[in-house]
């Protein structure tokens, strides 16, 4: 493809994405298809031949199209948001096509600088406390743009394992490290996301999965019995990952009474998992939800979440980046430039070495809509939730299962997990509306969540109106 050709298809592309997402509600919000469905429609080997674009477009459209799950669909309610803007999409076409790959700052300066500018930005306006920041006087902090929320949970295990063996190295210097690590112990709530157990299998360390309470919040005494237990076994206390806004059910752990343990074992890393919750602290009314975040070592939210910003975006704040880096410097001399000493080289702060220009995307968002724009895209979530709320509590077939604070609702038939597993089921086979279940407290709920960017109040009572359809036929089929 020569530029001539770039630029005449590249401004149908932009078309075909601006009638895709102008016309999504006319598809099916899920697909109509059987695994395997598109290997019986393409070859099994690459074509030996150039193709002609324009067929290549129409396979886009009648072959892949049907295999999609529209997440920007109107009717979509699963899982959190996927963010997506106009201004994301062409951050991340120009950081496409620039190009460059930023693992060092000399690797391309402007990539370094404009991380670690922007994330100071978000920073600020979510509200994280000073050292968090990269310029504040006197700061030890700074943030980064990692993939996945997962990502940011992995190194801050790793930053604390490494932190742990070297001060018991130092306590036991002929003790075999693969014995010190046999003996760390981390913890979290059973409500954590999945990825605190896949980073404790990677760091080959023992997790200990904490029962919260009934409104799924991990609280401090909790976790202070199972380290002082553990203690007293011999163990050694090294990480506590908390959650704020947790994916089952959008519900807060204690981080206040829980940094308040944390500070009384020296060895510990504290770290804060906000990654669909913490896009909503740049509104001031929710930063009471940010409530004991001065004891975290590290912090993170995704911007791809609730954001506005285009997957992959997942921002991680630590307190002190020489901790975090210790985990991860290694040095060839390849990769060395004139001004380490003075810049940030991001390829220290997490696994892969290559990164793309990502902040150009969260500096387009953040121009374009103003913390103000955020704002008013967060509040319009969080009140349809209400909304949707309101409807179930009317309804008095209906329960509600969460405390909602932001933009998730967790509801239920009264009844039986079967029944409300055959409710889902149903309304998710007509392809009309898409949701998932959750579990809080032993209970199958299943959980509405307000997603699409411009969702509104027509498109919350629609979706009341499909679930109380098909609940009315379940009930109607069950009392027949
Ligand atoms: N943490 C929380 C609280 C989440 O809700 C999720 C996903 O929804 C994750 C972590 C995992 O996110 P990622 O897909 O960015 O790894």
Redesign the pocket.
Known sequence: MDTDQFRDVGKEMIDYICNYLENIGERRVTPNIEPGYLKKQLPLEAPHDPEDWAQIMADVESKIMPGVTHWQHPRFHA??PSGNSFPSILGDLLSAGIGCIGFSWAASPALTELETIVLDWLGKAIGLPDQFLAFKEGSRGGGVIQ???????LVSMLAARAQAIKRLKQQHPFVEEGLLLSKLMAYCSRE?????EKAAMICFVKLRILEPDEKSSLRGKTLLMAMEEDETMGLIPFFVST?????SCCAFDNLEEIGQVCRKFPCVWLHV?????GGSFICPELKYLLKGIEYADSF?T?P??WLLTN??C?TYWVRDRIRLTSALVVDPLYLQHGYSDATIDYRHWGVPLSRRFRSLKIWFVLRTYGISGLQRYIRNHISLAHRFEEHVVRDRRFEICNEVKLGLVCFRLKGGDKLNEKLLSNINASGKLHMVPSNVNDKYVIRFCVVATDADEEDIDYAWEVIKEFAEELLEAQSA
């Open positions: 899982y959190f993939t996945s929320a997962s990502e940011c949970v954590a996301h999945s990825c605190v959650t704020l806004g947790t994916t998992d906000a990654a669909y919750a993170n995704n791809n979440k997957f992959d997942s």
